[in-house]
Nanobody
Framework: QLQLVESGGGVVQAGGSLNLSCTAS????????IGWFHQPPGYAREGSIC????????DAADSVKGRFTIIRDNARNTAYLQMNSLEPEDTGIYYC????????????????????WGHGTQVTVSS
């Protein structure tokens, strides 16, 4: 059974950068598409960015395009979220998630598409 653990969260000033990691165990990550989701304080979880199982396709919410990058390193069984030009609105809990139902070239930003989740890591962006 696949298990995911996020790390790398913390406190950063607006305009700064953070790199989050999502490390998998139990199964190999190359069988799964990966998504990163953001839950702002008091709000529902929303999709930020994802990468297909093949690694050839990504998708991102408009709010993070040009600022966030998702990378997968199957050899390390880890996916990364590189966050640049952070804004106070990026504050919240970041979750990584995995799914293997939608084919090699697809990834989605809807949480119900994913069946395996990490516990999240907190990111706080101060103004």
């Amino acid at each position: 059974q696949l298990q995911l653990v996020e790390s790398g969260g913390g406190v950063v000033q607006a305009g700064g950068s953070l790199n989050l990691s999502c490390t998998a165990s139990g199964l190999t990550l190359d069988r799964y598409a990966i998504g990163w989701f953001h839950q702002p304080p008091g709000y529902a979880r929303e999709g930020s960015i994802c990468i297909s199982r093949s690694g050839g396709n990504t998708d991102a919410a408009d709010s993070v395009k040009g600022r966030f990058t998702i990378i997968r390193d199957n050899a390390r069984n880890t996916a990364y979220l590189q966050m640049n030009s952070l804004e106070p609105e990026d504050t919240g809990i970041y979750y990584c998630a995995a799914e293997r139902f939608y084919g090699d070239q697809y990834c989605g930003l809807i949480d119900v598409q994913y069946d395996t989740w990490g516990h999240g890591t907190q990111v706080t962006v101060s103004s």
